[in-house]
């Protein structure tokens, strides 16, 4: 049987990725921002869902 890898979506593009970093918010700590490869290597900004804090 194929087992589906389960990704998570970038908090920055939106995107389904499976190669990401996964930390909590720096402002509420409560919020986990979810950021792909790729969103780290632009430096894209993301938004926390909890606090609203953008930040790199
Ligand atoms: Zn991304
Ligand atoms: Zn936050």
């Known amino acids: 049987m194929a087992q589906a890898i389960p990704g998570k979506v970038c908090v920055s593009c939106?995107?389904?990725?499976?190669?990401?970093?996964?930390?909590?918010?720096?402002?509420?700590?409560?919020?986990?921002i979810i950021r792909c490869e790729h969103c780290r290597e632009i430096t894209n900004t993301y938004k926390?869902?909890?606090?609203?804090?953008e930040g790199p």
């Open 48 to 53: 926390c869902k909890e606090c609203g804090f």
């Open 14 to 32: 939106g995107r389904l990725t499976h190669q990401y970093t996964e930390f909590k918010c720096p402002s509420c700590g409560k919020g986990l």
